[in-house]
Each structure stands twice: as C-alpha cells, then as structure tokens.
C-alpha cells in the first residue's frame, strides 16, 4: 500500500496560515487519487479535500471550500493542503491517505492512518 507521512502542522493564530506537505512512498504515487482528512478533539474523522490522480480535479469539504486548496506533485511524490484564513475550528490532526469517492463522500483506500500532523489555531 501507499505509505504516507504528513508534516507542517502547528501553532498558528486564526486568520493566519499553514501549509501542509503529504510524502508518499512504496507504490506509485501517481496511481492514486488522494486526500486529506482532520480529527479534533471529541470529533470523529472528517473528510477536508481530495484531488484526483493527475491534479486535474479536486473536491473540498464546504467547511473549507475558499479557504484550502489541495494539490500535489506528482513528480516528487508530494501531495500539499495550503490552509488560508484559519479558525480555531479548524484546529485536528490533519491525515492524508489515498482515496476513493463511493456514496457521495471521499473515504481512505488504505486500511491504515499515517501519524498525522498537528494543527492548532488560537483564538
């Protein structure tokens, strides 16, 4: 399967930035659609953004649509989520996974998570 680990999470306060980066390894990358997931506190796991397999289409949770926006490199393995505007409801563990769309939402086609990277954003 797809091996994934995120970075570039942390503190930021709301209306700030952040940008998150997504390293593949063991398949190859450009294979798979992708997609970034978040989990806060108390909450269960969400769907944030998804992109297709050559970049051409992605697809955004409502809750960030104007505000993140996905993309990758399918050359350098890479896959990134440039989050603008942050608010404190926007504060998880950001994931990204491999991902398939089936029954109107986007879901991990591994059966796995990564570490997953921290996102804070202060009031």
């Known amino acids: 399967q797809l091996q994934t680990v995120e970075s570039g999470g942390g503190l930021v306060q709301a209306g700030g930035s952040l940008r998150l980066s997504c390293a593949t390894s063991?398949?190859?990358?450009?294979?798979?659609?992708m997609g970034w997931f978040r989990q806060g506190s108390g909450r269960g796991r969400e769907f944030v953004a998804a992109?297709?397999?050559?970049?051409?289409?992605?697809d955004y949770a409502d809750s960030v649509k104007g505000r993140f926006t996905v993309s990758r490199d399918n050359a350098k393995d890479m896959m990134y989520l440039q989050m603008n505007n942050l608010a404190p409801e926007d504060t998880a563990v950001y994931y990204c996974?491999?991902?398939?769309?089936?029954?109107?939402?986007?879901?991990?086609?591994?059966?796995?998570w990564g570490p997953g990277t921290q996102v804070t954003v202060s009031s």
């Open positions: 063991g398949r190859i990358f450009s294979w798979y659609n």
């Open positions: 992109i297709t397999r050559s970049g051409n289409s992605t």
């Open positions: 996974t491999p991902a398939n769309f089936r029954s109107g939402t986007w879901y991990n086609s591994n059966d796995f």
